[in-house]
């Protein structure tokens, strides 16, 4: 019996009206961040937590102790070569982060790293625990160094507000510049001489709309970009080849990008092709040609090629298919990469030019390698994900590919393009004898109430019988997949006798573009309901007996779904900063990141339609009185994606209106949308999520 009362929010109606549907919301005050009143709330919901929570104190640190056992603490990353270094991160036990480092590159096989050893001539670029200092939240935002290797820009935040301040490091003397910039964005590039920097900052909606360019030494930096329509972000980089500045706008559905010679940054950009409604494209350099990948009358994309002098003169190499997503390309001097997605897997096709004079030009010569020379790499487990990942050079005879599945810890592949071997640099330590032959990994599918099916990525291990308690996982928006990777977090559940599946809903981009159109705008319902379809199938397939539901984000608004939809299915839900105010914030376009929503969501501002369907589903807006499982909402003070609110409105309404629970707000007083920022208080904090995991699943 809990010697204390939970947390009753007091209830002040306000009336929301729209499309003559007037709606009174009891807990909207707790909007207002500012009002001691709503800090009163938050700490009573945290002091609640812990008195509710506090027989879990042993669990989850024992938890703690197996995520931190099974931790290689002091690490390194696998150095990948650009110009003149290698460069790497490294991490030391007992500091919460990682220290960016380079050495002096000698050959294209990077140098052997062995745990517990520096490199030597070890130069230390930046040092997040230093920089960190006692400040409970730490993040960099930008880390961008010239192509000469001098000088370096890096930003901070220090809240978890994710505004940031840029600074300029000269790597050669170790010396700050006086030049400092406050309140920017993420990213950011450098010229090829590495006199300018540009960086963007955000309107008052947390929207990138601005680029502006910084020249060393002088106090004034100049407006390059301004995006006016609210739909749009935008965004700088510099191509692999530093030949071009590429600037991109571009909402939900559309793109725009602009392009410049890096030689030339106080030049005027030019447009590749002007935006049409619809058309999503992108742009590699690949030395005397472009690759343009885009979705011009080509649901699941098509690459084409462009002359330097006319980039929106596209002309088809790899024509679309309904069976295979393409999702970006890497173009270098010698070959381009390909990573795509088919059967809900992803693959890597790599393009070899040759060396074959074609008499046409570089068109020809791209088109007769792509028909006779092109292929893909071959991986031998049933389900993985592997992508291209850490290639800054132009010109390297190598590709380094990231690899993992869900029985196969994190894996750094060369691939070497010559003799097509795969060569494996790293494999991510997991200690404490972890073997992936004591686990197995299998892929199943539900049926949909339509008859769609739905895959289902399974682990455990195999001395698990099954029914076991099983932990769901789903997220369900943005074309974002969640494909079958490791996790050392996880263990602490397999072990203990649990299956983890993740329910690969429409509204991600497992099976192609088309899954996400059947999971979005006013189709929107399939994600949820996919999801209580993988959940009842586990149950009739033997696999579940006991299932706890987890997403978070635009994942947590599907937990919140599905706790309305079919309460009985779950013994419990575990929501982290979760989207379950929907309908109250995209019907506020002041609020951050409203409009830009409208394409994935609808406009329920303006579209009475829309509004009706939204609010059948927002789940803040359909709590009812049934019995309701246990409810762990996790949220953060400072969240500028998915304000503190919504849960805490949530939490305050499911206490108030239904039956079950217990129903338990966790917020992070002093951190953002990825909640604390140190490693060890981030496997805290996981240590807390998985002990509440746990108790549900087994008692």
Not at 255 to 261: A, G, K, T
């Amino acid at each position: 019996m809990s010697s204390k009362t939970p947390p009753l929010a007091k209830k002040v109606p306000t009336e929301r009206t729209h499309h003559g549907d007037t709606v009174v919301d009891e807990y909207a005050w707790l909007s207002d961040k500012d009002d001691p009143e709503t800090i009163a709330y938050l700490e009573a919901e945290n002091a609640f937590l812990k008195q509710e929570t506090a027989h879990l104190a042993d669990l989850q640190e024992q938890v703690f102790q197996e995520i931190k056992g099974r931790t290689q603490e002091t690490d390194l990353s696998v150095p990948s070569r650009k110009g003149a270094w290698w460069y790497y991160t490294r991490t030391e036990e007992g500091k919460q982060y990682a220290v960016s480092c380079r050495v002096p590159a000698e050959g294209d096989t990077p140098p052997e790293i062995k745990p517990g050893e520096r490199l030597a001539g070890e130069q230390v670029i930046l040092d997040g625990n230093e920089l960190a200092g006692d400040s409970p939240f730490f993040a960099v935002g930008t880390s961008a160094i010239t192509p000469d290797g001098t000088m370096l820009a890096y930003s901070t935040d220090y809240k978890g507000a994710e505004r940031f301040t840029l600074r300029f490091k000269n790597l050669e003397t170790g010396e700050l510049l006086d030049d400092e910039i406050e309140d920017i964005f993420y990213g950011g590039c450098w010229s090829a001489d590495g006199s300018t920097f540009f960086y963007t900052r955000v309107d008052d909606a947390w929207r990138p709309f601005q680029v502006y360019r910084h020249t060393l030494g002088t106090p004034d930096d100049v407006l390059v970009y301004e995006e006016t329509d609210e739909r749009y972000w935008i965004g700088i980089g510099l191509t692999r080849s530093e030949r071009y500045l590429v600037l991109g706008a571009g909402s939900k559905i559309t793109s725009e990008v602009r392009i410049l010679d890096s030689n030339d940054p106080a030049g005027e950009f030019r447009v590749v092709r002007p935006r049409t409604v619809g058309v999503e494209y992108s742009v590699e350099h690949a030395g005397d040609f472009f690759y343009v990948l885009h979705n011009e009358n080509a649901e699941n994309f098509e690459l084409a090629t462009a002359p330097l002098d006319a980039p929106g003169d596209w002309t088809p190499l790899i024509a679309h298919s309904e069976g295979t997503r393409l999702l970006d390309v890497d173009a270098f001097a010698d070959h381009a990469v390909i990573h795509f997605r088919r059967d809900g897997l992803t693959g890597i096709r790599v393009l070899p030019y040759g060396d074959e004079a074609v008499p046409n030009g570089w068109r020809d010569r791209v088109e007769a390698a792509y028909a006779g020379a092109a292929y893909e790499i071959e991986f031998p487990e049933p389900l993985y994900d592997v992508s291209p990942a850490g290639n800054p050079e132009f010109t390297t005879r190598r590709l380094r590919l990231a690899y993992t599945s869900m029985i196969t810890p994190a894996s750094v592949y060369d691939y070497d393009l010559a003799t097509r071997e795969l060569i494996l640099l790293k494999q991510r330590p997991v200690l404490g004898g972890y073997t992936s032959d004591d686990y197995e990994q299998f892929r199943d599918w539900a049926t949909a109430d339509d008859g769609t099916r739905v895959p289902i990525s399974i682990v455990k291990r195999k001395d698990t019988d099954a029914p076991a308690p099983t932990l769901l996982y789903g997220y369900g928006s943005y074309e974002t997949s969640i494909d079958p990777g490791f996790s050392v977090p996880r263990l602490s559940l397999l072990d203990r006798g649990f299956i983890f599946a993740v329910a690969h809903v429409r509204g991600g981009g497992e099976m192609g573009r088309r899954w996400y159109e059947d999971g979005k705008l006013t189709r929107k319902r399939n994600t949820f309901t996919d999801f209580v379809a993988a959940a009842r199938h586990l149950k009739q397939a033997g696999w579940g007996e006991r299932i706890i539901a987890r997403g978070g984000s635009a994942g947590g608004l599907l937990m919140g779904a599905v706790a309305n939809l079919a309460p009985e299915e779950f013994a419990g839900v575990v929501a982290e900063v979760p989207f379950v105010d929907a309908l109250n914030t995209i019907l506020d376009p002041s609020l951050p990141l409203t409009v830009i929503e409208w394409d994935e969501w609808g406009d329920p501002l303006h579209n009475a339609e829309v509004y009706a369907y939204m609010k059948s589903y927002t789940p803040y807006e359909n709590v009812d009185g049934r019995p309701y499982p246990p409810i762990l909402a996790i949220t953060s003070l400072n969240d500028t994606r998915v304000l503190y609110h919504e849960p805490a409105k949530w939490i305050a309404r499911l206490r108030a209106t239904a039956q079950g629970g217990p129903f338990l707000l966790k917020t992070e007083m002093g951190a953002g949308h990825g909640g604390r920022s140190g490693r060890y208080d981030a496997w805290r904090e996981e240590a807390f999520a998985l002990a509440w995991i746990i108790e549900r699943g087994t008692s």
